[in-house]
């Protein structure tokens, strides 16, 4: 089962107490727990335990926060198990900061329910950003029709879309859902302008990504 990772902003302290390597439960100054996320069944968060010269570190997993009160899995993404200390002028930092294992994560399990084909963020980025998705859309001369009707152009979607799910493009732009383009139903879309034969006949110029019904 796939955890879920938890963020807040902000969230850093201190340690209370000193820990040694194998302390599986840590303590943050009086009232500053409430800063970190509080994890349920199969949550976590990171945080990366530092000492005043800034050259030691450990990342850990919290599991569990109840105030205060951590608990934790030790020496995570490839860092070691360590004591650490809570002695005045050589206090440990506890940071919730953003860790290179978690952004890998992030990149690589991506998903969106509307745009299932998008499987990493790069991609979603590219798809929604750059309007040239290459999650293998659906290009007019291979499955989809098309037709002229009262001022429209009419495209016709091999199987039934899932209202709300579709994204057009023309020449390589997105269309706005409502304005450009309005989903009829169930297979049918309808361009709120003409395109001419010369704008289809090589069957790159429109494409149609959508979720199945």
Do not use: C
């Not at 040239?132 to 098309?146: F, H, K, L, M, N």
């Not at 139903?185 to 110029?205: C, H, K, M, W, Y």
């Amino acid at each position: 089962m796939s955890l879920k990772q938890l963020f807040t902003n902000n969230a850093v302290s201190l340690l209370k107490q000193g820990i040694l390597a194998s302390d599986t439960t840590l303590t943050v100054l009086v009232g500053h727990g409430e800063m970190f996320p509080t994890p349920q069944a199969n949550e976590f968060f990171t945080v990366t335990l530092e000492d005043q010269s800034a050259t030691l570190q450990e990342i850990i997993f919290v599991t569990e926060r109840v105030g205060d009160v951590f608990t934790i899995v030790r020496g995570q993404e490839g860092t070691t198990p360590k004591d650490w200390s809570a002695t005045a002028g050589n206090d440990t930092l506890v940071d919730h900061r953003l860790t290179a294992d978690s952004l890998t994560r992030l990149s690589n399990t991506f998903q969106n329910s509307n745009y299932p084909n998008l499987t990493d963020f790069s991609e979603a980025l590219n798809y929604l950003l750059e309007g040239s998705p290459t999650s293998g859309g659906q290009v007019i001369d291979a499955s989809v029709e098309v037709a002229v009707s009262n001022l429209e152009t009419v495209i016709t979607t091999p199987s039934a879309y899932k209202p709300g799910t579709t994204a057009v493009y023309v020449g390589g732009t997105r269309q706005k859902r409502g304005v450009d383009f309005f989903e009829v139903g169930p297979t049918e879309l309808r361009l709120q302008f003409v395109l001419s034969a010369g704008q289809i006949a090589d069957g790159q110029n429109v494409v149609v990504d959508y979720v199945v019904a």
